[in-house]
């Protein structure tokens, strides 16, 4: 049984940074998919970035610059460092695990971005 759990987050002012992290257990498979994903209020849930097995990233252009996804394959954490962080980046960000043909999620930690 694969298990997704994340930490990390809370409340920061605007500018801020926060570093959220993931920990995947229970996989046979250490290369695979990692990504973070986000929902606000109101929408739908958005990908924030991805880093695939090999190594390459994919960012959200909406925080192309500000956040860095990484991870340790062999410690199976993924994690989120998050800078210069605005109000918009408000949401529950969930942890996402793509091994072969199944998707694992975690149960979600919110960042809130308010003075």
């Known amino acids: 049984q694969v298990h997704v759990v994340e930490s990390g987050g809370g409340l920061v002012q605007p500018g801020g940074s926060l570093r959220l992290s993931c920990t995947i257990s229970?996989?046979?498979?250490?290369?695979?998919?990692r990504a973070w994903y986000r929902q606000a209020p109101g929408k739908e849930r958005e990908l924030v970035a991805m880093?695939?097995?090999?190594?390459?990233?994919n960012y959200a252009d909406s925080v192309q610059g500000r956040f860095t996804i990484s991870k340790d394959a062999a410690k199976s954490t993924v994690d989120l460092q998050m800078n210069s962080l605005k109000p918009e980046d408000t949401a529950v960000y969930y942890c996402?695990?793509?091994?072969?043909?199944?998707?694992?999620w975690g149960q979600g930690i919110q960042v809130t971005v308010s003075s």
């Open positions: 229970g996989s046979l498979y250490r290369h695979f998919t």
């Open positions: 880093i695939l097995y090999g190594g390459s990233t």
């Open positions: 996402n695990a793509q091994i072969l043909e199944n998707t694992y």
